[in-house]
């Protein structure tokens, strides 16, 4: 009576991680957010993820179980890309994919997963270092933009008042006020 006890608690359990699993899997297929490469990819990890769920309990109790961590990071990364045709998503797509790939060949245990994890974030992080730095490259270009924007609103609205009560051709006022004030304005930035 103990074991047929016990071993009707394991199969329920298994079933219970199969269904999550296969619930997990079919949201994931439904989000059209996710480009169907990327779909179809998670869904070849089916397999892997339903012998994981069935030799691993820490899979559903722990937030930081490395399969978890890394469809996590695949599903968040790969949002970046709405097209394609993105930028860098050829490189994306292919790191995934042979990740997975080898996924598919191993045991499928929480220590591959580690592995393709850290893989992938070695191969992601010059990738997102470049990304970093040209948006705060172009932040700077912006906020020195909205610096002489500033400047030269200054610099026009006093031309403007130095030309109250002098005859000055209207041409020239707009010039002085405009290309003038930005030009006296990027050298004073400079």
Not at 27 to 40: A, F, G, H
Not at 96 to 123: C, N, P, T
Request: overall charge negative; some cysteine.
């Amino acid at each position: 009576r103990y074991w047929r006890d016990w071993s009707s608690d394991v199969c329920s359990s298994d079933l219970l991680g199969e269904e999550v699993v296969r619930m997990m899997i079919d949201n994931l297929m439904q989000d059209e957010r996710l480009l169907p490469k990327v779909r179809t990819l998670i869904k070849s990890l089916e397999p892997v993820l339903l012998a994981l769920a069935q030799s691993d309990p820490q899979f559903f109790s722990e937030r930081r179980h490395p399969a978890r961590q890394f469809l996590d990071q695949l599903t968040h990364r790969s949002l970046g890309f709405s097209a394609e045709s993105d930028e860098g998503w050829s490189l994306f797509l292919k790191s995934v994919s042979e990740s997975v790939q080898s996924l598919l060949r191993s045991a499928g245990d929480a220590a591959a997963f580690a592995r393709m994890l850290g893989e992938l974030e070695a191969g992601w992080a010059p990738v997102e270092a470049a990304q970093r730095q040209q948006h705060e490259e172009a932040a700077r270009a912006l906020l020195r933009a909205e610096q002489r924007n500033l400047l030269a609103q200054s610099l026009a609205d006093d031309f403007l008042q130095r030309q109250q009560g002098k005859d000055v051709q209207e041409l020239m006022s707009v010039f002085l006020r405009g290309p003038w004030a930005q030009v006296v304005a990027q050298s004073k930035l400079d």
